[in-house]
């Protein structure tokens, strides 16, 4: 059972929040600041002692019978009541070290990978991945874990155990890290109609976390269109289903022959303005709730952009990292023979997305090609021997920096001189930063899954060249700050603290938590242009609202992706070779299209140029217009 705790020991609210979530993010139960401790260690369950020793001072627990066997009991110890501690003193004395210290701000970070509870009794501190105890974190066996050296360096000497190591790829490979913790956040709406809307989608998939945020988001931005035509409802109930979901098997045998079976996905979301278009993603968190919402976002981003396409989005949780060319042929074959009588140029064209690249696209087309028997058509994504622009990989990542431009003239600004944090270091990510600075704009921050990298002197063109050496080497981030001496990496944070004038956020969906929205209005930003789907958090973007932080958002900013793979597939474009200049040029005039589209649609419904969710609204009054048009004239289908 979780006892209470609080911040009273903070200065601001702010703190107090930061420290509870962080708290609360890692498992530590805190009550009370300036409250006592108690640090004692056992020597290790490979000394006959161990399983008999104390780790933390307290009475023997049984276990309720109410309580399920696999329910974790977290307790905070502090003064123990005078009865108890007469009980204690009658217990055997062990051999053991003890300190006792006064809980302080700071270790909440420095113990953020431990946690407390009950083992045979006897309350003791484990690790939060490997749900281990004892000597078997230390690197040196024979240290004192109740030390200056566990107090100052616990979390490095932790994570460089090989038992640590061993636990955190268990835990990556595990599937049971996928399931949700959190209860769904439920916006409250204005009107009982959008809410039912709302409602509905609860009902039917209430385990997809992720889907049903974006659902929310979207009638969130349709309600004053929903009053004013109840036909909508209708429209937005059928919409919000998919025409057809693909789930399937993926086979697949590694470089030992052994055989391994990923899960597979393709949802087709609606196809009323023309054939799908949606990228592939490869990556472990991969699941139907994370489908489902990229197929939602990319309908909505497709219906925005000046082509008439519909959406569509899949993957597998199968990770290409640390795998052979030879082992991610043969999961992209197997996964192209399961789905490709679902593919063709008037059906459904896949793209890029996290974890397929290059590569990846061409052992996909060369597998579609070899079934399919033609070569009509092609997958959006980098052309690999095929003529056409070579700007495919650039497009999604400059039309960002296009469009941050397009707002920032509105307010008679300009890029040049503001302070940008980007994060990730994918393709997105290294051309922001390669436009921005084009732009005269300082980029300070990249970031990858186990930290941040900053850079006070900003980037240049052969800084971003080191990133991508590092990045193709699959090296940490790190490497960079032993050479550029002004640079510094931090591990397990967000680059969202550092003062920057415009973030963007190119990693993942829901990358910025409430804490991070916090730290961003610290920081001075007053623009968020997203470059990855759904960045923010529903917590996030309260925040980020009330503090007039003006969100430029991914169906709009991030549709350059979507302009270039069209411009690719024109048969004008096909055959001739466009220079990069002709290329920018049209993403973006395709980019002041949307970015026009957007705004007029906002103030068509009420909402002012100046207000920080116009754009938000204004992109998807103007995507669902365009598919409810189409939807209504198809008549029930």
């Known amino acids: 059972m979780l006892l209470p705790f609080g911040g009273s020991g903070m200065n601001t609210t702010m703190d107090d929040i930061n420290l509870i979530q962080q708290a609360q993010r890692h498992h530590l139960v805190v009550r009370q600041l300036g409250e006592e401790i108690d640090l004692e260690i056992g020597p290790g369950d490979d000394d006959p002692s161990f399983g008999n020793s104390t ?9 309720s019978s109410e309580e399920p066997d696999d329910t974790k009991q977290m307790v905070m110890v502090s003064q123990l009541p005078s009865d108890d501690q007469d009980m204690s003193r009658t217990q055997p004395s062990k051999r053991k070290k003890k300190v006792v210290k006064r809980w302080r701000e700071e270790w909440a970070d420095t113990y953020k990978w431990a946690y407390v509870d009950v083992k045979e009794g006897t309350a003791r501190i484990f690790c939060s991945v490997c749900r281990e105890y004892g000597r078997k974190h230390r690197r040196n066996p024979y240290g004192n874990e109740g030390s200056r050296n566990m107090q100052m360096s616990a979390l490095e000497e932790h994570n460089n155990s090989l038992l640590h190591k061993e636990a955190l790829r268990l835990q990556m490979a595990s599937k049971d890290k996928m399931v949700p913790d959190k209860p769904v956040y439920v916006k409250a709406l204005m009107s009982k109609t959008a809410g039912s809307i709302v409602d509905t989608a609860l009902k039917r998939d209430p385990h997809e976390l992720e889907f049903i945020q974006s659902v929310q988001e979207a009638v969130h931005a349709l309600e004053r269109v929903i009053a004013k035509n109840a036909h909508y409802v209708n429209i937005m109930e059928r919409l919000l289903e998919p025409e057809r979901t693909i789930i399937f098997r993926v086979p697949w045998a590694d470089d030992r022959g052994e055989t391994h079976v990923n899960r597979g996905y393709r949802v087709q979301f609606n196809q009323a303005l023309g054939p799908c278009r949606g990228g592939i993603r490869f990556h472990p968190s991969m699941n139907l709730s994370i489908c489902k919402f990229l197929g939602f976002e990319q309908t909505l981003k497709n219906a925005l952009s000046p082509y008439k396409l519909g959406g569509a989005a899949g993957g597998s949780d199968f990770d290409p990292k640390g795998k052979s060319d030879n082992e991610i042929m043969s999961f992209c074959q197997s996964f192209m023979n399961e789905i490709y009588r679902y593919l063709g140029p008037d059906k459904d064209l896949p793209s890029e997305e996290i974890g397929v690249g290059t590569r990846e696209m061409g052992f996909l087309f060369g597998q579609y090609r070899r079934i399919a028997g033609h070569f009509q058509g092609s997958f959006t994504g ?6 056409g622009s070579s700007l495919r990989t650039e497009a999604t990542g400059y039309g960002l920096v296009f469009f941050a431009q397009l707002i920032l003239s509105d307010m008679n600004k300009e890029l040049k001189g503001l302070r940008c944090a980007v994060s990730g270091s994918g393709k997105i990510a290294l051309h922001v930063l390669e436009k921005l600075i084009a732009y005269g704009a300082v980029p300070i921050t990249v970031s990858d899954s186990k930290g941040y990298l900053v850079d006070e002197d900003g980037f240049d063109y052969l800084k971003i060249s080191f990133l991508r050496d590092i990045k193709s080497q699959q090296r940490s981030l790190r490497d960079y700050s032993k050479t550029y001496a002004r ?7 967000k680059p969202w603290n550092e003062r920057c004038d415009i973030a963007f956020p190119c990693a993942s969906q829901n990358e910025i938590e409430q804490s991070d929205a916090f730290n961003l209005v610290n920081s001075g930003c007053r623009i968020l242009v997203e470059g990855s789907n759904m960045p923010c958090t529903p917590e996030a973007v309260d925040v980020l609202r009330k503090a007039n932080v003006l969100i430029a958002p991914a169906m709009a900013a991030g549709a350059g992706g979507v302009v270039a793979g069209e411009l690719e597939l024109n048969h004008e474009c096909n055959l001739l070779q ?4 002709d290329f920018e040029s049209k993403l973006q005039e395709a980019m002041k299209q949307i970015y026009q589209r957007a705004l007029k649609a906002a103030t ?7 207000n920080p969710e116009a754009l938000v609204h204004g992109a998807v009054i103007s995507a669902f217009l365009m598919i409810a048009q189409a939807m209504t004239d198809q008549g029930c289908v």
Request: hydrophobic share 25%; no cysteine; aromatic share 22%.
């Open 55 to 63: 780790l933390i001072g307290g009475p023997p627990r049984e276990p």
């Open 382 to 387: 980098p052309r690999i021997f095929w003529s």
């Open 487 to 493: 640079s510094k990496y931090f591990d397990e944070a």
């Open 578 to 581: 466009w220079s990069p200049e």
């Open 604 to 610: 068509d419904f009420g909402y002012q140029k100046d």
